[in-house]
């Protein structure tokens, strides 16, 4: 028997279908009925809608025992137009065959809501919840969206490594990469750890960012992005920050200021209107289910303008909102590195739509960002969005060696592993900018879900690596 995904029953025309014998499989969502007749409501996971299955009771008695939310069956039967409202076919079972029963004494997922944080911890289940279903296809489509705004615009893809011996950010947040035995390290005279005898001869890590590559493949192909995952060993337990998690990092040659910031605005719209596009009925029952205004904020980021502000005139909005009697956990003033309840105070309250931060001080930034003529600020933008606060991190490059140099020197890190990025400065420079988005961060805005956690299959935050 042919067997057909729920999405294509539910979604396509299957006018010639009805009456024929199909088969479809699934997941059971419910059972109920009565003693003429049983529906099941079934889920293949091809789309957030249930089949219903219409079985006689008598005939699948045996069937029907071991049908409990969360088996999994096999069905054969006519598909038919339904009678009840709610969907427009149905399967009238000839032969149900289960494939696997979970029994409702200790299957952890019954129909009642569960909290998220009870969630987490099925996490090997929870992709079977109506609301991970619907995430994890949202996630699907925007990797594809991204590829999709990427190439149609003659970006190229480019792999840049997982394993380096770069710190990009400089923040000394890296992911040791080691062979060498923990309970017995290989010392050198000065008792420090010979790296020379580890794996690539030298101290390694994960990395934290794909950027400094990047600039290699923009600053020969042209316009390059990359989309992988990146580890950031910081302590941070909060509901937007993973130690795993992934980034997409264009970087585009003969990029000024002004050009990035408008591919930025572009690309986050292109995803937004995407999901509004393409992901209609998720996005209707986590509109229902999970954030009731949504829709309604997807639709409104794609109809504004992103407002352009200098991180100077950003903090006057801020003091002038504390002279005002509002409350702030952290203080404020020229020079800090604004905190998440700034940037929100800003998007939200302030301007009510997103903000793309600009110029900021150069202490609070890496030491590749272009350095402004003040000799205080470098072309580094941010992109602020309601609910998430940073969503994009990104800047215009130094492209003057002596500058970058002066950079590099002044946060002390260490040349011996820079010499290549450097060669970039010293052979063809050229003007060019990138940035980074936070894939989850943006998974977080075009579903509403609350917590980073809950936006990725596995999560992985500061004592939780399971599953
Ligand atoms: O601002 P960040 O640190 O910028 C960079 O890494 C640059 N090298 C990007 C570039 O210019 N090519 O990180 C970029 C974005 C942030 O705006 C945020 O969305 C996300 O990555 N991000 C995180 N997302 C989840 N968990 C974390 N711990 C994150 N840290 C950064
Ligand atoms: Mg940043």
């Known amino acids: 028997m042919k067997r057909y995904e729920i999405k294509h029953l539910l979604k396509e025309d299957v006018s010639a279908l009805i009456g024929t014998e199909i088969n479809v499989k699934g997941w059971v969502r419910t059972k109920r009925g009565n003693k003429n007749v049983a529906f099941i409501a079934l889920n ?85 919840t109506n609301t991970f279903g619907a995430v994890m296809r949202m996630r699907h489509n925007m990797a594809y969206a991204i590829h999709t705004f990427f190439h149609e615009r003659g970006f190229f893809y480019f792999h840049t490594p997982l394993i380096t011996a770069s710190d990009c950010e400089g923040a000394g947040e890296m992911f040791q990469v080691t062979t060498l035995p923990l309970n017995n390290l290989p010392k050198k005279e000065d008792g420090s750890v010979d790296y020379e005898q580890d794996f690539f001869g030298k101290q390694t890590a994960l990395t934290v960012s794909g950027q400094l590559e990047g600039e290699l493949g923009a600053t020969s192909l042209g316009k390059i992005y990359t989309f992988g995952p990146t580890f950031r060993a910081e302590n941070s337990n909060t509901p937007r920050h993973l130690a795993e998690f992934w980034m997409i990092e264009p970087e585009m040659a003969f990029y000024d200021l002004d050009s990035l910031t408008a591919l930025e605005e572009e690309f986050i719209k292109y995803c937004v209107q995407w999901a509004l596009d393409h ?49 702030f956990e952290f203080p404020v003033s020229w020079g800090v590195d604004l905190a998440s309840e700034h940037e929100r105070f800003l998007v939200e309250e302030h301007f009510k739509r997103p903000v793309i931060m600009v110029d900021y001080p150069k202490e609070i930034k890496a030491f590749y960002m ?18 998430i606060g940073e969503i994009i991190g990104g800047s215009v490059r130094e492209e003057n060696y002596d500058k970058l140099l002066a950079a590099i020197d002044e946060r002390n890190i260490p040349m011996k592993d820079m010499w290549w990025y450097l060669d970039t400065r010293k052979y063809g420079t050229c003007p060019h900018a990138g940035f980074g988005l936070g894939f989850e961060r943006l998974m977080l805005f075009v579903t509403g879900m609350a917590n980073i956690r809950d936006v990725i299959p596995f999560p992985r935050t500061p004592k939780t690596a399971e599953f």
Do not use: W
Request: net charge negative.
């Open 279 to 327: 992901c209609m009925d998720d996005l209707e029952f986590l509109n229902k289910m999970i954030d009731p205004n949504l829709i309604e904020r997807l639709r409104g980021v794609t109809a504004t303008n992103f407002v352009r502000l200098p991180y100077t005139e950003g903090i006057k909005i801020l003091e002038e909102a504390v002279n005002n009697g509002h409350k």
């Open 44 to 128: 293949d996971g091809s789309i957030i809608h249930n089949i219903q299955v219409v079985a006689d009771p008598v005939q699948f008695e045996e069937q029907l025992r071991r049908i409990t939310t969360g088996a999994c069956i096999s069905v054969d039967g006519t598909l038919v137009s339904s009678q009840g409202s709610g969907q427009a076919v149905e399967v009238q079972a000839k032969t149900i065959e289960v494939y696997g029963e979970a029994s409702p004494e200790t299957y952890p997922l019954q129909k009642k809501g569960h909290s998220m944080e009870f969630l987490r911890e099925i996490g090997h289940l929870r992709l079977r």
């Open 370 to 387: 272009k350095q402004n003529a003040d000799g205080r600020t470098v072309q580094g933008t941010d992109v602020l969005f309601p609910q």
